[in-house]
């Protein structure tokens, strides 16, 4: 898929899933999404007073976890604007007060934001979303003071081998099943299954991220090694 087919099929399955994104979320992870967020958050060491980048925000459950974790200011990112709109009405007052900020823009192309500038960048379920990962990771790098970390949470490959194939299932059949119910969109949660498929397979994404200006990255796996976090350090 090109890159800008992909960039559109993006925007059109989250624009067409937004309304009912949070309680999919919740009922596909069986609400274990936000505390898998929390785990990755506390093993980043995020400190109190932190500016944090979140890319692909959707919703906003990392903007909610970085604010209760002591972020001072939090910047979302995503280029669908139903998601957006999502999180601002999330966010009224934090959005008024200042301490939230949401942008429409490719996370492949942040130039609004200043390089060096925040401390963390978080990004859930987001990556294998991006049309052009390379750039997206070396624009994470950019906007990062010395020393920060892109945290990433993502679905993994690639899956253990024993239950690789009741993965695949639930991936494949399950989850269109369940939005076909809950939301009448079926189709574009079969995304899921693409969107794994297309992803770089963990071990690479380690290089990719090396290669994109960050010097160590620690790998986590969650779900029984379905997902995985990946917490990639900016030189000092």
């Not at 500016?51 to 692909?56: H, K, R, S």
């Not at 119910?181 to 994404?205: I, P």
């Amino acid at each position: 898929m090109q890159q800008s087919e992909k960039q559109e099929k993006v925007q059109r399955v989250f624009a067409r899933i937004a309304r009912r994104y949070d309680l999919m979320n919740s009922l596909m992870t069986f609400g274990m999404h936000r505390r898998w967020r929390r785990q990755t958050l506390r093993a980043a060491g995020m400190q109190a007073g932190a500016v944090a980048l979140d890319i692909g925000c959707g919703s906003g459950d990392y903007i909610e976890l970085l604010l209760q974790a002591g972020a001072s200011h939090v910047i979302g990112v995503d280029f669908t604007k139903e998601m957006l709109d999502l999180a601002a009405k999330r966010f009224t007052k934090e959005i008024a007060a200042g301490r939230v900020v949401l942008l429409q823009a490719d996370a492949a192309q942040m130039s609004i934001i200043e390089d060096g500038s925040v401390d963390i960048v978080t990004a859930g379920f987001a990556l294998r979303n991006f049309a052009d990962l390379p750039k997206a990771l070396a624009e994470a790098s950019r906007v990062l003071k010395p020393g920060g970390k892109l945290v990433s949470l993502d679905l993994a490959k690639p899956f253990p081998p024993a239950i690789g194939w009741a993965a695949r299932i639930y991936l494949d059949w399950v989850v269109p099943s369940i939005a076909a119910v809950v939301s009448g969109a079926s189709a574009e949660y079969r995304w899921l299954s693409d969107s794994l498929a297309q992803f770089t397979e963990r071990g690479e994404l380690t290089k990719m991220m090396l290669a994109s200006g960050f010097t160590s990255v620690r790998v986590i796996p969650y779900g029984i090694g379905v997902l995985a976090s990946h917490i990639a350090l900016k030189a000092s």
